[in-house]
């Protein structure tokens, strides 16, 4: 495997015939410096002798991982050619697109700009990735918020549950999940689409709600915020799990993913947000007043979300395995670190 792979993609003209290719395999990852991604490649550096090249929009984002990736720095998600020459010279064996704009509340503040930067940078890599002519395997990141509102009846979600997308993000992704699914059917390039239920973490942007609550909380600890946390809807029940799970869970599908298939990444059982807030402020050496904010509120939300991930877990073994309580403490000292150090 990685030695040599034959040419496949149904648009290519040429005849079969083998290519012969380097020792070692070859990942690219879109996003590398975001959440996600930062938190894959340290999973990859860790746990795997590939070499590792990687695209972000952010300056310094992933300099932490220099010398050990090969890092292009740009904006070349909305310029096929330079995506395309990128493609040539890094040769990828694997393709993780995790770049994407992935907060649902400025999708509904600016609609076309996240299925724009969507939509436009998912084709764009398929397009590259057939371009190059090798069929490398490419992971396609959907997202649960795909299905909706699911009624409680239908819980837990099933990759077979009809899409029903309630907001401007979740239409991104299901474009996103289906041009993924039309590379493969059309061109039969290696896709494999994952849909993703809701995680966090350490380096996780505070306009999720985890980091958002330990952000504040440590401010107040550290005198610079007054004692109290300013709250959305505390109700609503999310199925959650840590990043570092559902990375390893990526890995997963890539490497043992059947092409065309997708699958549910899930804890496979839901928190309400409060027990979040409870269980930071519970780690924590305050105890502020908690202040719901009507602005933080979205305008279409579901009361509770539980994952299915059988089929996944069938072929690969994997589950969430990171006790909440962790990903917890891990956060608020993540960001305690950021409060200290400004």
Same mark, same amino acid.
Request: glycine share 6%; aromatic share 8%; proline share 8%.
């Given at each position: 495997?990685?030695?040599?792979?034959?040419?496949?993609?149904?648009?290519?003209?040429?005849?079969? +015939?083998?290519?012969?290719?380097?020792?070692?395999?070859?990942? $690219?990852?879109?996003?590398?410096?975001?959440?996600?991604?930062?938190?894959?490649?340290?999973?990859?550096?860790?746990?795997?002798?590939?070499?590792?090249?990687?695209? @972000?929009?952010?300056?310094?984002?992933?300099?932490?991982?220099?010398?050990?990736?090969?890092?292009?720095?740009?904006? $070349?998600?909305?310029?096929?050619?330079?995506?395309?020459?990128?493609?040539?010279?890094?040769?990828?064996?694997?393709?993780?697109? $995790?770049?994407?704009?992935?907060?649902?509340?400025?999708?509904?503040?600016?609609?076309?700009?996240?299925?724009?930067?969507?939509?436009?940078?998912?084709?764009?890599?398929?397009?590259?990735?057939?371009?190059?002519?090798?069929?490398?395997?490419? $992971?396609?990141?959907?997202?649960?918020?795909?299905?909706?509102?699911?009624?409680?009846?239908?819980?837990?979600?099933?990759?077979?549950?009809?899409?029903?997308?309630?907001?401007?993000?979740?239409?991104?992704?299901?474009?996103?999940?289906?041009?993924?699914?039309?590379? #493969?059917?059309?061109? +039969?390039? %290696?896709?494999?689409?994952?849909?993703?239920?809701?995680?966090?973490?350490?380096?996780?942007? %505070?306009?999720?709600?985890?980091?958002? #609550?330990?952000?504040?909380?440590?401010?107040?600890?550290?005198?610079?915020?007054?004692?109290?946390?300013?709250?959305?809807?505390?109700?609503?029940?999310?199925?959650?799990?840590?990043?570092?799970?559902?990375?390893?869970?990526?890995?997963?599908?890539?490497?043992?993913?059947?092409?065309?298939?997708?699958?549910?990444?899930?804890?496979?059982?839901?928190?309400?947000?409060?027990?979040?807030?409870?269980?930071?402020?519970?780690?924590?050496?305050?105890?502020?007043?908690?202040? %719901?904010?009507?602005?933080?509120?979205?305008?279409?939300?579901?009361? @509770?979300?539980?994952?299915?991930?059988? +089929?996944?877990?069938?072929?690969?073994?994997?589950?969430?395995?990171?006790?909440?309580?962790?990903?917890?403490? @891990?956060?608020?000292?993540?960001?305690?670190?950021?409060?200290?150090?400004?």
């Amino acid at each position: 495997m990685g030695k040599r792979v034959a040419i496949c993609c149904a648009h290519h003209p040429f005849p079969t +015939k083998v290519i012969h290719r380097r020792p070692t395999l070859r990942a $690219l990852l879109t996003g590398i410096g975001g959440f996600a991604g930062s938190h894959l490649t340290e999973y990859l550096l860790e746990h795997s002798n590939w070499d590792i090249w990687g695209l @972000d929009v952010v300056e310094g984002r992933a300099a932490q991982f220099r010398p050990r990736i090969t890092l292009h720095v740009g904006d $070349l998600l909305t310029n096929l050619q330079a995506l395309k020459d990128l493609f040539s010279a890094a040769r990828p064996d694997y393709v993780f697109h $995790l770049a994407a704009q992935a907060l649902v509340p400025a999708s509904w503040s600016d609609p076309w700009s996240t299925l724009e930067n969507n939509i436009r940078a998912q084709l764009y890599v398929l397009l590259a990735a057939i371009h190059l002519g090798t069929c490398p395997r490419v $992971l396609v990141i959907g997202s649960s918020e795909e299905y909706g509102v699911v009624p409680p009846a239908e819980l837990p979600i099933r990759e077979t549950y009809p899409l029903q997308p309630n907001n401007p993000y979740a239409v991104s992704k299901v474009a996103q999940d289906m041009l993924g699914y039309q590379y #493969f059917a059309s061109h +039969k390039l %290696p896709v494999v689409r994952a849909r993703p239920f809701n995680h966090t973490g350490p380096g996780q942007s %505070p306009a999720f709600v985890a980091p958002a #609550f330990a952000k504040q909380i440590a401010e107040i600890e550290a005198g610079l915020h007054e004692p109290k946390v300013v709250v959305g809807n505390l109700d609503a029940r999310r199925d959650l799990s840590d990043v570092r799970d559902m990375v390893r869970g990526y890995f997963l599908a890539i490497t043992q993913g059947e092409p065309g298939e997708v699958y549910n990444l899930g804890a496979e059982r839901s928190y309400p947000i409060h027990e979040l807030l409870d269980g930071l402020i519970a780690l924590s050496s305050v105890r502020p007043t908690i202040e %719901p904010d009507p602005e933080r509120l979205r305008p279409s939300d579901m009361p @509770d979300v539980v994952a299915d991930c059988s +089929k996944f877990r069938a072929l690969t073994g994997w589950r969430a395995e990171i006790p909440l309580q962790r990903t917890l403490q @891990d956060t608020l000292d993540y960001w305690r670190q950021r409060v200290r150090t400004g």
